[in-house]
Protein backbone atom coordinates (compact mmCIF):
# COMPACT_ATOMS: atom_id res chain seq x y z
CA UNK A 1 0.00 0.00 0.00
CA UNK A 2 0.99 3.66 -0.73
CA UNK A 3 3.23 5.16 2.12
CA UNK A 4 3.41 8.64 3.12
CA UNK A 5 5.71 10.62 5.02
CA UNK A 6 5.13 14.67 6.13
CA UNK A 7 8.20 16.99 6.20
CA UNK A 8 8.87 20.66 6.74
CA UNK A 9 7.37 21.55 9.92
CA UNK A 10 9.31 23.28 13.13
CA UNK A 11 9.29 26.21 15.18
CA UNK A 12 8.11 29.40 13.23
CA UNK A 13 7.28 32.99 14.11
CA UNK A 14 3.85 34.60 13.69
CA UNK A 15 4.18 36.03 10.23
CA UNK A 16 6.26 33.83 8.99
CA UNK A 17 5.61 31.06 6.32
CA UNK A 18 6.50 27.46 5.56
CA UNK A 19 5.89 24.78 2.79
CA UNK A 20 4.87 21.43 4.27
CA UNK A 21 5.84 17.95 2.07
CA UNK A 22 3.91 14.97 1.35
CA UNK A 23 5.71 12.44 -0.42
CA UNK A 24 4.12 8.91 -1.29
CA UNK A 25 5.75 6.37 -2.76
CA UNK A 26 4.37 2.45 -2.95
CA UNK A 27 2.05 3.23 -5.79
CA UNK A 28 1.71 5.72 -8.80
CA UNK A 29 0.97 9.12 -6.91
CA UNK A 30 -1.27 10.62 -10.07
CA UNK A 31 -4.09 8.10 -9.31
CA UNK A 32 -4.37 9.81 -5.48
CA UNK A 33 -6.02 12.94 -4.70
CA UNK A 34 -3.95 14.23 -1.23
CA UNK A 35 -5.57 16.43 1.60
CA UNK A 36 -4.26 17.56 4.20
CA UNK A 37 -5.35 18.21 7.87
CA UNK A 38 -4.36 19.22 11.33
CA UNK A 39 -5.40 18.35 14.81
CA UNK A 40 -4.04 20.69 17.50
CA UNK A 41 -4.50 20.07 20.84
CA UNK A 42 -7.87 19.70 22.76
CA UNK A 43 -9.02 19.94 19.31
CA UNK A 44 -10.74 17.73 16.88
CA UNK A 45 -8.87 17.00 13.77
CA UNK A 46 -9.50 19.66 11.37
CA UNK A 47 -9.74 19.53 7.22
CA UNK A 48 -7.25 21.90 5.49
CA UNK A 49 -6.82 21.25 1.86
CA UNK A 50 -7.03 19.00 -0.72
CA UNK A 51 -5.93 18.33 -4.48
CA UNK A 52 -7.53 15.60 -7.07
CA UNK A 53 -5.65 13.65 -9.28
CA UNK A 54 -6.50 16.85 -11.55
CA UNK A 55 -4.54 19.19 -10.33
CA UNK A 56 -7.76 20.93 -8.98
CA UNK A 57 -7.26 22.52 -5.36
CA UNK A 58 -9.48 23.42 -2.71
CA UNK A 59 -8.54 25.11 0.76
CA UNK A 60 -11.44 25.78 3.78
CA UNK A 61 -12.64 29.15 3.61
CA UNK A 62 -10.80 30.42 6.87
CA UNK A 63 -7.52 29.44 5.02
CA UNK A 64 -7.83 29.69 2.04
CA UNK A 65 -6.20 33.39 1.46
CA UNK A 66 -3.29 32.07 3.87
CA UNK A 67 -2.42 28.54 2.68
CA UNK A 68 -2.25 26.99 -1.27
CA UNK A 69 -1.96 23.45 -2.29
CA UNK A 70 -0.04 22.02 -5.02
CA UNK A 71 1.40 18.64 -6.37
CA UNK A 72 4.63 17.64 -8.30
CA UNK A 73 3.56 13.95 -9.95
CA UNK A 74 7.18 13.86 -11.02
CA UNK A 75 8.03 13.95 -7.62
CA UNK A 76 5.71 11.92 -6.13
CA UNK A 77 5.06 14.75 -3.73
CA UNK A 78 2.02 17.23 -2.73
CA UNK A 79 2.83 20.61 -1.23
CA UNK A 80 1.04 23.22 1.34
CA UNK A 81 2.58 26.82 1.22
CA UNK A 82 1.60 28.18 4.24
CA UNK A 83 1.90 31.63 4.60
CA UNK A 84 1.26 34.74 7.56
CA UNK A 85 1.37 32.29 9.96
CA UNK A 86 -0.22 32.84 12.98
CA UNK A 87 -0.60 30.97 16.64
CA UNK A 88 -3.74 29.15 15.91
CA UNK A 89 -2.06 27.59 13.15
CA UNK A 90 -0.44 25.32 15.88
CA UNK A 91 -0.44 21.66 14.96
CA UNK A 92 0.65 18.70 14.00
CA UNK A 93 -0.38 18.74 10.30
CA UNK A 94 -1.31 15.42 8.24
CA UNK A 95 -1.64 14.31 4.57
CA UNK A 96 -3.67 11.60 3.57
CA UNK A 97 -4.38 9.81 0.03
CA UNK A 98 -6.91 8.36 -1.37
CA UNK A 99 -7.95 6.95 -5.11
CA UNK A 100 -11.58 8.07 -4.32
CA UNK A 101 -13.04 10.77 -7.16
CA UNK A 102 -15.36 11.55 -4.74
CA UNK A 103 -13.17 12.49 -1.16
CA UNK A 104 -12.99 15.89 -0.18
CA UNK A 105 -12.88 17.23 3.58
CA UNK A 106 -14.17 14.11 5.31
CA UNK A 107 -11.15 12.41 7.18
CA UNK A 108 -12.92 9.12 6.44
CA UNK A 109 -12.89 9.69 3.01
CA UNK A 110 -9.12 9.26 3.02
CA UNK A 111 -7.55 5.73 3.19
CA UNK A 112 -3.94 5.90 3.63
CA UNK A 113 -2.09 8.82 6.41
CA UNK A 114 0.84 10.18 7.15
CA UNK A 115 2.72 10.26 10.55
CA UNK A 116 2.17 14.05 10.62
CA UNK A 117 4.46 17.03 10.94
CA UNK A 118 4.45 19.59 13.84
CA UNK A 119 4.25 23.14 13.07
CA UNK A 120 4.30 25.74 16.10
CA UNK A 121 3.82 29.43 16.04
CA UNK A 122 5.26 31.85 18.38
CA UNK A 123 3.41 35.03 18.95
Known amino acids: QVQLVESGGGLVQAGDSLRLSCAAS????????VGWFRQAPGKEREFVSMIRTSGTPYVTDSLKDRFTISRDNAKNTVYLQMNSLRPDDTAVYYC?????????????????WGQGTQVTVDS
Open 96 to 112: AATTSYRARDDGKDYVY
Open 26 to 33: GRRFSAYA
